[in-house]
């Protein structure tokens, strides 16, 4: 895997799965839950097991494959930041607001889920960056 660093690798997918944790928690978590139209009842009843390992699942999916592209790479920290943030913000955000628009919803839920996949992407990044691709 042009030799990725398999600790940066779970690193990165640990930090992006906590972004996710303060931003969906005490950061953005009721404007949220608001938006996507979810009660407090409906939150708790939710197999959080299933949902958090899923989804720490597909952070180590993303970290695979941001480790991949930037072990391809001879790059600095500026430059590791640059890419993961990129990636982020001309290839995840635009998906999503595509998907929102057709879909109806709002301007700030747009922000609050697009927000979090730039900042999961920069802390993946930064990881990357001081630990070596």
């Known amino acids: 895997m042009a030799n990725a660093n398999l600790l940066a690798i779970l690193v990165a997918a640990a930090s992006g799965f906590m972004v996710g944790g303060l931003w969906y928690g005490p950061l953005f978590g009721k404007a949220w839950q608001s938006e996507i139209g979810l009660s407090d ?12 390992g899923i989804t720490f699942l597909f952070s180590v999916l993303s970290a695979v494959f941001l480790g991949h592209l930037l072990a391809h790479f001879d790059t600095d920290l500026y430059r590791t930041m640059m890419i993961s943030t990129g990636i982020a913000i001309g290839f995840v955000a635009p998906a999503i607001g595509t998907n929102y628009l057709y879909g109806r919803k709002s301007g700030k839920l747009f922000a609050i889920d697009a927000g979090y996949w730039i900042v999961f992407y920069a802390a993946m990044g930064l990881v990357f960056g001081l630990l070596g691709a």
């Open 41 to 52: 009842d409906e939150i708790k009843s939710g197999n959080m097991a299933k949902i958090f």
